[in-house]
C-alpha cells in the first residue's frame, strides 16, 4: 500500500530538522503550545487523509478548563493560527465578534463538560470507520496500535437521541445531541457515529490524533481481515490491559506524522 | 485513505490566495463566470480522482437558457478557455466552425430540455459508482453529506432504449438515448449508467461538481459497508427531507477541492 | 479513487505542448516512430501503475515483419533509445553483441509469428488482472470502454503446457512455452496468465497501451462490482459487436496518458 | 492501480545514474556496504509504503557474526548513518552510551542467534499481510514473483507463547518471545505475527527487501483474489521448487525500488 504522505515533503523536513531552532521560552503562554498542537494536527489529519472538507480539533485551554479552542467553520487543511477561536462550554465563542463555528461545535462542548480528562476532541468523517456504522458491524481491536480501544467501540444512532419529528437530520447541531453523544461516549477514547464518522478524545491533542489515526488503521486492517474470512481474532482482555497500563507515547508517531507535512508547513 | 490530492499543492495554493486580486467588476459577462466554473470543475473533477480521459461538465447560459457551455472532445483536465464551445439544445455548435463535440453531448441537451432548474450538468466514468450499476445493487444515500440523494438513485439500462437491433451500443450518441436518459433521471439529482458512470445536475456548476464528488464518497462507504455487511442503514425519510429542506451550501468543499489544484491552475 | 498520476506533471506537460514543435520529416525511419512509443508506453504504463520492476512492450519492426523492438532486461519505466533492442522471431538480437534480453521475450516471438495483424505485444504483472486467474474467474467485459474484450477473455495455465517434471515453472522462458501462450490467446486481443499477469496485443503500440489500460479499469470495475453481488452484466454480443465495429481510437486517451507524464520525459 | 512511488523522483535518480561514480575502494569495510543498505532498504520500505513511523531493518555483521547493526528508536524513513547502532546477540549495544533502542530488537537477535544463514531481518507492520493473521487464513505463494514463499507462511499467535498472566501483551519485548518466533520462523523466509505484523529474513539486505515487498504484493494479490471466489490456486510444489532452485536475483528490483526514491537519498 502506498504511505499516505509525499515522500519528497519527508526529505525536506528532515532537512529542516537539522536547523537551529530558538527553544521554546519556559513562561510561554501553554495555552499557546496548545493551539500550534490543533493547527498541526489539523495539517496532519489532512495529509493522514482522514480529515476532508470538514473535520475539527480542538484542545481544551490550560488555563480555564471551561474553555477550548477550536477553527472557525473552515477546511482543517488550510488552519492557521489567525482562524483559531475561543469557546466557552456553552459552545458560544468568547469574543461575540469572533467569525462563524462549525455547527457541529456541540461535540467538543458536550464532550468537555462530560469528561473532565479529556484536553483535546477531534471529529472526523474519516472513510475507513464510517462503514461500520451503516453496517452495523461493531469495530473491534485487531492491531496490536490501536489497544487503546475498548473491545466494542460505541456506535451513536442518533435517531435515537433526535425527536421523532420530520425535523431530525444526521448532524450533532446543538447541545442536546451532544451531551447524547457524550453519554455514548463515556468513558471511551472513541466514538462511532452512525453514517458520519467519529469522534475521539485524547488527554492531549498528540494523543488525540495519533489514537485517530490508528483508529483509522485498525478500521482497515478488520475490514480486510473480513474480507478475508468472517472470524476474526481481536485483542482479548489481557492484552488490551497490558497495553492500556502502559503509557501511550503518541510522540514517535507524531514526529513522524509531522515531518511528513510538506515544508512551510 | 489518502487524499487524492497534493498537499503540497494546497499549500501552494492557500499562499496564492494571500495575494491581492482585483474583484470581478460587477458588469462581467454572467456567461464567462459559469464558463469559469466549468473549466475549474473539470480540473477539479480530475485532481479528485472523479474523471478519467473522458467525461464532461456544462453549464447553462444565463444569458440564453436554449444554449450551454461545454468543452470540446479533449481530455477534461487540459480544458482551458479557448476549448468551450456554445452549444444549443438542438446539441449543434451555435458557431458551425467550432472544434468536434463530445459525442455523447446528447446526454447534456436532452437533460437541460427535460429540466429548466437545471444549470448544469456533468457526466462521469466515475470507477466507484461503475459497480453499483453493473452488479444492479442500488445505490443509497449512506452518508450525511450525501443527502441530496433519493432513497434509490435511479438506474439507465441503455438496452431498455437502444432499438433490438446489432448495432446497439453503450454510448448515448443521439438525442432519443438522450431523452431516454432525461427521462430516467427524472426529478433526481443523479442518474447512474450500467457498465459506463453517471449523469450529475445542479442548480450551478459548483453544485453538480459537488453533488458528483458526494456521491463518488456516498458510493464508497456504500461498497465498504456492504463487504462488512449485506444489512446496511441508509438516511430514512426524515433524515433525507431534513438535509433537503436546508440550503446546500457547496461553496466549502468548493474552495478546498479548488485549493487543492496545483498553482497555474 | 485517486487519479494515478500527477496534476502537476500534466500540467506542465500541457505547457510543453503549447511550444512550437518541428514536425517529424516525412523521410523519417517508420521503425524510429515505432520504437518512440515502445519507450512512452514503458512510461505510461508505469506511470499509469500498471507495470513494476518488470513487464516488456514491443513493436513488431515496419520495415522487417520478421524483427522486432524490445528494451534489454531491465525497469520498463527508466527505459531509453539505447536500451532498445532488435529482436528476430528466433528470439534471438539481431546483433549478438546486444545487451541481455529478458527471460520471458518468447511470449513476443511466439505471438508476432502465430499473428500477422499483430503489431505490438505488452506483458505486463497488472495487479488488477491477477486475482482473476487465481480465482478462475472469467474476466467479462463489464465497462463501455472495454469492449474490445470477448465475451471471456481466456486464461492461459502453465501447468497445461509445461512437461510434468519437476522443473516446470511459472515464466515463458522457451518458444514451446511461448507457442502454447500464443495458441490460448488465439484471435483475441488479451490473454491471462494464472498468478502471473497476461499479454495484450494491438494493430499499434498505442492501441496495445491503451487496450492494457482499459483491461486494468476493467478489472478493477468487475472486482468492485463482484463485492457488490454476485450477478453482474457485461456487453452483450450486440454491444461489443458495435463498439468492434467502430474503429476504436486510441489517440485521445494516449494523449491523455502521455501528457501525465512528468516533464522531462 | 497507483504505483506507490514518484515517477518525478525516478526520473531524477535515472538522470542521477547517468553522473560518475568513484568505484567503492576494494578495502573498504563490508559492515559499512552492509549498514548502507539497511540505511536504503529502511527508505525504500517506507517508499513503498510497507513500513510506518514503526518497524526496522538490520544486518548481520560481515566482521563478527554475533553482531548486527540496526537503527535506533525512530522512524525508519528517517534513518542515516549516524543512527545505526551495533548490537550483541545478548540485544545490548556494543556501546553502552548508544542511543536507546527498538523495544522488539528481540525480533533480530534470537533470529540471529537460531538462523546463522540468515543475514539480515526486517519486522513490518505492513497492512497488506496483517489482515490474514487476524482472519486465521493462511497465505499461499499465489503470484510468480513471491515463489520463495512456503506452501503456507507460518503464523506467530503470541498467546501460545506468552505465560497466561494479566501482562501478557502483543510485542517481542524479551528473549523468550523472541525465541518462540524464531521458532515459529524455523527455515522459512518470513513467519507473520497475528495482529502485528510480520518478519522477514534474507541472506543479504536486499534480499530481504525483495522478499518483503513481494509478500506485500502476493498479499494483496491473495486477498483480492479471495473477494472474487474462495478457491483459489496457489504454486504447487514443482512450481516452488522450480523457482527456489533459480539464484534469486534481487538486484532488479532493488535497482527500482531505489531509483523511485527522491533525489538527495
Known sequence: MRPPWSYAALVTAALMVAAPVHAQ????????????????????LTNEGVLDSFGHVSARSAKNPDHFYMPRAMPPALVSRADIVEVGLDCKP?????????????????????????????HTHDLAVVPFGIAGVPLRPVVAQAGFLPPETPLFEIRDANAADAKRGMLVLDAHLGDALAKTLGQNPVVLMRGHGNAVVGR?????????????????????????????????????ATNAAENFDADRPWQNYKQRLPAGR
Open 25 to 44: 521560552s519556559p513562561t510561554a503562554d501553554p495555552d499557546e503550545a496548545r493551539i500550534e498542537d490543533v493547527i498541526t494536527a489539523s495539517h496532519i
Open 204 to 240: 492531549s491533542v498528540r494523543e488525540a490524533t495519533v489514537r485517530t489515526i490508528y483508529t483509522h488503521i485498525n478500521a482497515q486492517a478488520q475490514s480486510a481481515a473480513m474480507a478475508l474470512g468472517r472470524s476474526i481474532t481481536a485483542l482479548d482482555e489481557a492484552e488490551l
Open 94 to 122: 468568547v469574543d461575540p465578534t469572533a467569525p462563524r463555528l462549525n455547527g457541529e461545535r456541540y461535540i467538543h462542548c458536550e464532550i468537555y463538560k462530560a469528561r473532565a480528562d479529556v484536553q483535546s476532541v477531534i
